[in-house]
């Protein structure tokens, strides 16, 4: 009878079943497990709002769909364990003493779902619990071996008898006259006394299984015949020592005995094929396990497997060995999540759940089977367009119409002229014409699915909606539901969409999750050619099957063996008291595929010392036997034959290079910029490579996806509202200075006004500064003619490599009968006095230098010297408001010192010998430097500052 994927002995059922059927009747069917998760997630859900609507405090366990469907296969679990035992909850009520914790009582009531309403669930359909059905056809079968005993030998191997209905079962074959059992890895060597300790008192024991069933069928272990007497010396003394290292605890104290005698031949004691790497990392550990198959896999005739519950191991070493070409049967496939097809079909949900959100928008039309009927060069480019124009700016909207809005808005700016990202300017039409059909598509794909979600009232699972907008993206022109993910999700959908199936009043935005927790039971068992000689297995998978080279991977504990936890629902004396097994029969289970995986050829044990940065703790059993082959005297004998960790880890290693320079790019004469804005000034002096990247490269930072209102969309919103309020009334102020330029604001919040953040902050925040503005602006127009904002100038300087521009966009000038003031606005903190006249901040000082100048200067603006350099600060804070002069006792002298320091640096940089370094100075703050990835920083930047003359 073949072994199952599953619990041991569900490999009885599969033989079993028909004949059992006949002799013993019709036996109901089993109902489906995606049927009973539904079920049980409605049941809990109900119960939920029964107690709710009682005022019941503790029913507040499922709030959600989502969360009731997580519930739901917890307590299938807990119904599996029970019925697999054949154990009964009907005495729960019984089970919970008064010194137990408020907790187990409020357990106890929320179990009545598996207790009262499930058993009435399963009498009303006419259907069977799968471990149910299972157990009754294992009786049947039972009780027909005994009624009409068979003439053919019937014979069960491999079976610890784990089930107590298999038990039944066993005990029929064995009366049999030409029955048999063949127990796997039974351990005759044992002594009397402590065979016997092992059961009750150490469930944890390999043995402890196959004691408990010898005494379920009555027989003693010395009527028990060995097969195979004619193992090798060598075999023998390495299944003494496995039996030794995980001998009872009680008895460990003849482990001397033992080693002592081992200690007289050292030679013969050591384990010949035993070999232990325990590897830095979990990444190191795989890259070992790869190459000790990659070695089996170019020795003709090898054969070798990895054996570990550690899907992640198993996994990584999957990928590694594809990478060289090799592809490995994984016995336990891959999630339907971690596939094309799985991934893309979450992105589908994921998208209309979050309201087409940018970065879910952006992931799923950036999915290789998102076609939506065109071609996939013209998918891809009209996705990046749609990136770029709507989703690389601060993006406020929701929903497709929100996306639709944005990407028209963007569409109008640039019909209209308005200053954009670099990369939007390079758009082609051809591009918002493919971005624009893009959206089209996408919304007549996903019609179903947004019409699903602007209902309020419950719906039936809309798995439909999901699997039409899937296909309507999918276009049926990319291998959705082809290959083998394909094929799983296609049964998946078909299961999920089954009329037979139970009806929930789901919430359509509780689908989303729901979706997955079903969808996360799903694995994908590829197909096509496999290397035929190396192997992955789970621990029972390899019990029945033999390598000449076996690894025994994560040997950690809590992953090998897992902890002994009795679970949420029940705790050790209720279980106890129901007679459910402890759990440390698990561990006890796990032990005897360790052990019996441990006899073979060749093993070798690996391990990982850290798990993502976290120390682990090495299996306990590998503690054991360590300990033991230590007082043997022969712990060297763990060494491996090859250096693999030293050969895994050449796979990182480079030839040593130099550490990295900084950069010093030298652009020639004629590609160094002539013009340079004052407010980019200062940038030129703290940090040149910047300019040498935006100014000569061309290269511009694209904005991060889908940004939210940030202070640079609060700083440009501030200053249009105060240069249209100056604009509006560049000569009088108005009656309710506060008022208007309120109304300067909201005009410019207008396309924003529906964020929750500028809502909730940013206009409360301007209206403070309203207010101070209204009380301080008189003083501050006391004797000015006129206010000018947004007043644009030039200065040209004569430098070696011919005239270089500056230019500049004031903010504000105030001109007076005999001077101007120059203001410039800030929402964060100005520059303190100190750095603008030591020239670390040269704005204003060089706006002054160009009002000065006579040739151009600044556009209309009558020429009258500079009297007041002046910061007004809107933080709408405390203070909401503030205006600073610059402590400057004669701003003309200070503005030729500024202009004075431009022309050397400019005049340096038009020498081509002049690099444009990354520089790192004191005086001036990086923590928004743009090209600090490009300049490779973290590199060649040891912390340290630098510092050029200027």
Not at 9 to 37: F, H, K, N, V, W
Request: charge should be negative; hydrophobic fraction near 45%.
């Amino acid at each position: 009878m073949p072994i199952s994927e599953g619990e041991e002995d569900l490999s009885l059922i599969a033989a079993a079943a028909a004949d059992a059927e006949t002799y013993g009747g019709a036996i109901p069917p089993a109902i489906g497990e995606l049927e009973r998760r539904l079920v049980l997630t409605s049941l809990i859900r109900h119960w939920t709002e029964a107690m709710n609507g009682n005022g019941t405090q503790e029913a507040t366990t499922a709030t959600t769909t989502a969360q009731a469907a997580v519930l739901a296969k917890e307590l299938a679990a807990l119904m599996d364990m029970v019925e697999t035992e054949d154990a009964s909850l009907d005495r729960l009520d019984k089970l919970v003493p008064e010194t137990f914790s408020e907790h187990w009582q409020k357990t106890l009531r929320f179990l009545e779902i598996v207790t009262q309403a499930w058993p009435g669930y399963l009498a009303q359909s006419g259907m069977l619990s799968a471990t149910g059905r299972r157990n009754a056809v294992i009786r049947a079968e039972a009780a027909r071996l005994a009624a009409s005993p068979p003439d053919a030998p019937v014979i069960v191997a491999g079976v610890t008898g784990s089930i107590p209905a298999t038990v039944a079962l066993m005990r029929a074959v064995a009366s049999l006259p030409n029955g048999a059992i063949v127990l796997p890895g039974l351990d005759t060597d044992l002594d009397a006394e402590s065979w016997q300790t092992i059961g009750p008192e150490h469930p944890e024991h390999p043995q402890f299984g196959l004691k408990k069933l010898l005494d379920a069928l009555g027989c003693a272990r010395r009527d028990v015949t060995r097969l195979g007497d004619g193992a090798s010396a060598a075999a023998r003394a390495r299944t003494h020592l496995i039996a030794e290292a995980m001998r009872p605890a009680g008895t460990t104290e003849r482990w001397e005995a033992f080693a002592a005698a081992a200690r007289k031949a050292p030679a013969e004691a050591a384990p010949q094929g035993l070999s232990l790497v325990e590897a830095p990392t979990a990444q190191d550990e795989a890259e070992v396990v790869a190459l000790i198959l990659r070695e089996a896999a170019e020795m003709p005739g090898k054969t070798a497997a990895l054996v570990s519950p550690d899907r992640f191991l198993a996994r990584r070493v999957a990928i590694r060995l594809e990478a060289w070409g090799i592809k490995v049967d994984d016995s336990a496939g891959r999630p339907l999540g971690k596939t094309p097809p799985g991934a893309f079909l979450d992105l589908v949900i994921n998208a209309a759940a979050t309201r087409f959100a940018p970065a879910e928008t952006v992931a799923l039309l950036k999915h290789p089977l998102t076609r939506l009927g065109l071609d996939p060069f013209a998918a891809r480019r009209a996705a990046r367009a749609l990136e770029i124009a709507t989703f690389r700016a601060p993006y406020l909207g929701e929903g497709l119409a929100g996306v639709e809005a944005a990407f028209e808005r963007a569409a109008a700016d640039r019909e209209r002229g308005v200053r954009a990202h670099p990369a939007v300017k390079r758009l082609w039409t051809e591009d918002w014409q493919g971005a624009r059909e893009l959206l089209a598509r996408l919304r007549a794909a996903y019609a179903p699915l947004i019409a699903l979600y602007e209902r309020t009232e419950p719906l039936p699972p809309p798995g439909l909606p999901h699997k039409g907008g899937a296909e309507g993206t999918d276009e049926n022109e990319s291998p959705l539901w082809r290959d083998e993910a394909g094929e799983t999700a296609a049964r998946f959908f078909a299961s999920l969409l089954d009329d037979a199936l139970p009806r929930l009043d789901l919430p359509p935005t509780d689908y989303a999750d729901l979706y997955r927790g079903l969808a996360s039971a799903e694995t994908v068992r590829p197909r096509g050619p496999v290397h035929p000689r190396l192997f992955i297995w789970g621990p029972f998978e390899a019990r029945l099957q033999q390598t000449d080279v076996v690894i025994l991977g994560s040997l950690n504990d809590g992953t090998w063996p897992k902890s002994s936890d009795p679970g949420a629902w029940l705790n050790r004396p209720m279980r106890e008291a129901l007679g459910l097994p402890s759990p440390e029969e698990k561990i006890g289970q796990s032990a005897h595929d360790f052990a019996t995986l441990l006899a073979a050829p060749e093993v070798i044990l690996t391990r990982a010392e850290k798990k993502d940065g976290v120390p682990t703790v090495p299996s306990r059993w590998l503690l054991r036997l360590k300990a033991l082959l230590d007082g043997m005297g022969v712990s060297e004998a763990l060494q491996p034959k090859h250096p693999w960790l030293a050969w895994a880890r050449q796979r990182d290693n480079v030839a040593p290079v130099p550490r990295l320079a900084v950069p010093e790019p030298r652009p020639t004469q004629k590609q160094r910029p002539r013009k340079l804005s004052v407010s980019r000034v200062e940038t030129w002096i703290a940090n040149p490579y910047a300019i040498y990247a935006s100014e000569i490269l061309k290269l511009a930072p694209l904005p991060p996806l889908g940004e939210p209102p940030g202070p640079a969309l609060r700083g440009s919103i501030i200053h249009d509202a105060l240069s249209e309020f100056a604009k509006a009334y560049p000569a009088t102020l108005p009656d309710d200075i506060e008022a208007e330029l309120v109304r300067f604001a909201r005009q410019a919040l207008e396309a924003y006004a529906a964020h929750p953040r500028i809502a909730a902050f940013w206009i409360p925040r301007f209206e403070r500064f309203a207010a101070w503005f209204a009380a301080t602006e008189p003083a501050r127009r006391a004797g000015v003619l006129e206010v000018r904002a947004e007043v644009t100038g030039d200065l040209v300087l004569e430098a070696p490599a011919g005239p270089f521009r500056l230019t500049a966009r004031a903010d504000r000038i105030d001109i007076l009968d005999d001077a101007l003031v120059i203001s410039d606005y800030k929402t964060g903190t100005p520059p303190p006095d100190a750095k603008v006249l030591a020239g670390v901040s040269p704005q204003l000082p060089l706006e002054a230098a160009i009002a000065a100048d006579a040739a151009l200067g600044f556009e209309k603006l009558p020429k009258r010297p500079v009297a007041t350099l002046r910061y007004i600060r809107a933080s709408g804070g405390e203070p909401p408001g503030e205006a600073r002069d610059v402590k400057a006792s004669d701003v003309a002298a200070l503005a030729a010192q500024a202009l004075d320091g431009l022309k050397r640096h400019v005049a340096r940089f038009d020498d081509e010998r002049t690099p444009y370094r990354p520089l790192r100075r004191a005086r001036f703050g990086y923590d928004y430097d743009d090209y600090a990835h490009l300049a490779r920083v973290a590199e060649w930047s040891s912390g340290a500052v630098a510092e050029e003359d200027a």
